[in-house]
């Protein structure tokens, strides 16, 4: 990074302070994590410098035969990891995927279901704020109050009356496995397509910790940098049958050029991902979280629906007077970064909210394991019960700094 430091010393700084908030602090974002250096690499190519609208073989500029060749080992790749028939690794995220998606084959003003923001769900998954909202006819499902979990049963009685086109499930901050193939019988029982946006748990699904909805539901959509651990971006599987209309509504539905160098950093990744390192990865970030869980409640903390199956926890905070607002001000304080979060049945607004959301991919891709969460859950729960105390904060920052330098993010990479 010499060149830059020179260049743009203003931007080389705070690449350079920002590196050491993330050395030196608990990223407990449950949809971030740290990429493979290798992954970084890939990302800082020229292969930014090429436009390549279209598909392999079928380009829209000269001189793409790299490219093609980089898109379809990316394609293969996926395809291979989670078992598709057909993948598009073009989407520039999430959110582009799942419009992407809609466009296959909805009209605006169609009807669909899928969950609630305030329950979990995605933005993107219809929420009247989001162009998915304003677009198409929109019934949310949420959860069952008393057991805080997807109700199927009631799920299926909406989808029966409201007869949609499409059936989404999937979430940001639902902290129990997803039953894919109910939510596909569901869909197809009232002539619907199905799509499941596993944004959060693709690292789960495609090392079969979780039942993967690839070849269950019509369409899977994903990012690649959540717990898949690689660049920020987004992919849409899918049967060989929906495969051109999927491929159309990207491109030239959504998209115009493909970020390639993008693209080539989710080959690295899928490539990472289909290793036995990976998988133990993935477990660990499951133990770990069951780990943290179980160390909260022990310090009176109210999990949503009482635990976790996945990498993230949802805490209420309802019954210690602290909203997710100032918990997630106060933790950042500490050294700590969560993000505040609706839960079920929550009594103050969105803005406030009354629980926060916890996940391990960061940590766990830093190296800590099980005795590390039960001291970060310790910290958690210091730092909440003592929130109007400067110094408290301050001493627990100091320990947290101490303890992250002992996991570094890249060990051989020494910014200065
Ligand atoms: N904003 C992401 C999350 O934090 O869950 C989802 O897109």
Partial sequence: MSSLALFDPEIFDLINREHWRQTEGLELIASENVVAREVLEAMGTILTNKYAEGYPGKRYYGGCEFHDQIENLARDRLCRLFGAEHA???????????EAVYLSFMKPGDKMMSQSLNNGGHLSHGDPANISGKYFDVTPYGVDFDTELL?????????????????????????????????????????????????????????GLHNS?????????????????????????????????????????????????????????????STPEYKEYAKQVVKNCKVLTAALEDNNFRLVSGGTDNHLCLVDLSDHNISGHQAELTLGRAGITVNKNTIPRQALSPFETSGIRIGTPTITSRGMKEDECKQIADWISRALKNMDKPAVLSEIKEEVKKFCLRFPLYPEIRMT
């Fill in 213 to 273: 909805p690839v070849g269950v539901t019509t369409f899977t959509t994903s990012t690649t940098h959540k717990t898949l651990r690689g660049p920020r971006g987004g992919v849409i599987m899918c049967n060989k049958e929906e495969a051109s209309r999927i491929d159309n509504a990207v491109f030239p539905g959504m998209q115009g050029g493909p970020l390639m160098h993008v693209i080539a950093a989710k080959a690295v990744c899928f490539r990472e991902a």
């Fill in 151 to 207: 109700d199927y049963g009631a799920i299926e009685e909406t989808a029966r009356k409201l007869k949609p086109k499409l059936i989404v499930c999937g979430a940001s901050a639902y902290p129990r496995e997803i039953d894919f193939k109910a939510f596909a019988e569901i869909a197809e029982d009232v002539g619907a397509k199905s799509m499941a946006d596993i944004a959060h748990i693709s690292g789960l699904c495609c090392t």
């Fill in 88 to 98: 598009n690794v073009q989407p520039h995220s999430g959110s582009q995927a799942n």
